[in-house]
């Protein structure tokens, strides 16, 4: 539930993202009101990006599930004392999961991708 607090002159409000994480912002709102309807606008439109419905707010190219294996592959496994790993990687993970994409608040989809 979203909320409204008053804090060095200023309305802030808080809300759980798309993530799932609490997030907070000071706005330039008026009046208590309002703040809480921005708050709640806020939160349904993160709600919204939960379900799938809209958007997810993106800093950058999305990518694969098969791109994001390999960068972990080449930054974090090649460092590790044990070769099963990266052995247990490559027969685990089907090849239609790696066209998934993947990435924050997903949905699932990746999930549902490899289950198939």
């Known amino acids: 539930m979203a909320s409204v607090f008053r ?3 200023a309305w802030n409000i808080k809300w ?3 993530a799932g994480r609490w997030q907070s912002k000071r706005s330039s709102c008026e009046t208590k009101a309002e703040a809480k309807r921005l708050a709640i606008d806020l939160e349904k439109k993160a709600e919204r990006q939960r379900e799938g419905l809209e958007a ?3 800093n950058g190219p999305r990518l694969t ?3 994001l294996l390999e960068w972990w592959w080449k930054n974090y ?3 590790l ?3 099963t790993v990266g052995r247990f990687a490559e027969k685990h993970l089907k090849q239609e999961a790696r066209s998934a994409p993947f ?5 699932g989809q990746t999930r549902r ?3 198939q």
């Open 16 to 18: 759980r993202d798309a």
């Open 65 to 67: 599930f098969g791109e």
């Open 77 to 79: 496994v090649r460092r």
């Open 56 to 58: 997810l707010p993106g």
């Open 103 to 107: 990435g924050r608040g997903d949905n």
């Open 81 to 83: 004392r044990s070769p």
């Open 113 to 115: 991708s490899a289950e």
């Open 7 to 9: 804090w060095k002159g």
